[in-house]
């Protein structure tokens, strides 16, 4: 099973900001749509955003757009998610998954499986 690595969470105050890496270790990233989901303690995992294989699309849950950016730096084989103004009801553990097609992650399906994830805690 392909699954990708998740890091760059942590314990941070509100209005402060983290940035997510997702690498595909062994896994051309380049090749596949990422998305970003996320799952707070007693709630049910949230789609955050997706970035198209080429990067030319994004987009964004409604609850985040304007504060978060997701990227892609190909020679590091990585998708990154840049979150600002980070808020507490934005904690819980984050993960990537990669699909061909942004639609396809939406649509519950994936290549990779769920790996570790990284845990975003967001407290005063």
């Known amino acids: 099973q392909l699954h990708l690595v998740e890091s760059g969470g942590g314990l941070v105050q509100p209005g402060d900001s983290l940035k997510l890496s997702c690498v595909g270790s062994?896994?051309?990233?380049?090749?596949?749509?990422v998305g970003w989901f996320r799952q707070a303690p007693g709630k049910e995992r949230e789609g955050v955003s997706c970035?198209?294989?080429?990067?030319?699309?994004?987009n964004y849950t409604d609850s985040v757009k304007g504060r978060f950016t997701t990227s892609r730096d190909y020679a590091e084989n990585a998708v990154y998610l840049q979150m600002n103004s980070l808020k507490p009801e934005d904690t819980g553990k984050y993960y990537c998954?990669?699909?061909?097609?942004?639609?396809?992650?939406?649509?519950?399906?994936?290549?990779?499986?769920y790996g570790q994830g990284t845990l975003v805690n967001v407290s005063s």
């Open positions: 970035i198209s294989s080429n990067g030319s699309r994004t």
């Open positions: 062994g896994f051309p990233l380049d090749e596949y749509a």
């Open positions: 998954l990669a699909a061909p097609k942004c639609r396809i992650l939406r649509a519950g399906g994936s290549l990779t499986v």
